[in-house]
């Protein structure tokens, strides 16, 4: 079993829909990244959490440090939030992250 | 744009050759991080720097090795190489928070 699981693996969804992508480990963290990756292999920090929620504009990170959960938000999708959104895990350990297998988000018109 | 540059961008070589791949990180940011990225294993922790010191090492084989300089660019050479060793090739800075800021990637393909 990987240490850190995403779901689901794919999503589609059309432009305006509100869109949640799910992140749970198995292991004690210091930290949860969440990452995008686009088509081009270009990959972009877009939080990091220890505790509790962030929000950059229509994104939206939760982290349930208890329960070994997060969730990544996207409201008022749009065709650019088309990506590979990565959750990984930073154990402590020299900061080194662990990383989920990804979310494979299509945004259509 | 990150600030961390990586060349080459692309590199195709043959199997049983060596290839060097190069980062330079953020303006001041001491840790570097290299990670692997392949169709199968997904994304993967090499090995950490920390001004000119290794800290950390994950999966990585002992066929690749890599250094960071005083300058504080970092290389990971990779030898002997296999047809499994094409993959996407990341470093990643650190500064005094603890949010990474990856490169563009390195391309690899042996054939």
């Known amino acids: 079993k990987n240490e850190v699981e995403q779901s689901p693996q794919n999503l589609t969804a059309q432009e305006g829909e509100f869109i949640t992508i799910n992140c749970s480990y198995s292991v004690g963290i210091s930290a949860l990244h969440w990452l995008q990756q686009h088509p081009g292999g270009g990959i972009v920090s877009l939080f990091m959490l220890s505790s509790g929620k962030k929000k950059h504009g229509r994104l939206i990170a939760t982290i349930n440090i208890q329960e070994k959960h997060s969730s990544l938000h996207i409201t008022a999708s749009h065709p650019r939030d088309s990506a590979v959104y990565i959750c990984a895990v930073d154990t402590g350990t020299a900061s080194k992250l662990t990383f989920g297998t990804g979310t494979r988000l299509q945004v259509t018109l | 744009d990150s600030g961390v540059t990586q060349t080459p961008k692309h590199l195709i070589t043959a199997t049983g050759q060596r290839v060097t791949l190069r980062c330079s990180p953020r303006?001041?940011?001491?840790?570097v991080y290299w990670y692997q990225q392949s169709l199968d294993q997904g994304l993967q922790f090499l090995i950490q720097y920390y001004n000119g010191e290794e800290r950390a090492k994950g999966n990585i084989l002992e066929r690749f090795s890599a250094q960071q300089f005083p300058d504080l660019h970092s290389e990971l050479n990779l030898s002997s190489l296999e047809l499994g060793d094409s993959a996407l090739y990341f470093c990643?800075?650190?500064?005094?928070?603890?949010?990474?800021?990856f490169g563009p990637g390195t391309r690899l393909t042996v054939l």
């Open positions: 990643a800075s650190r500064g005094s928070t603890d949010t990474q800021y």
């Open positions: 303006s001041g940011d001491l840790s």
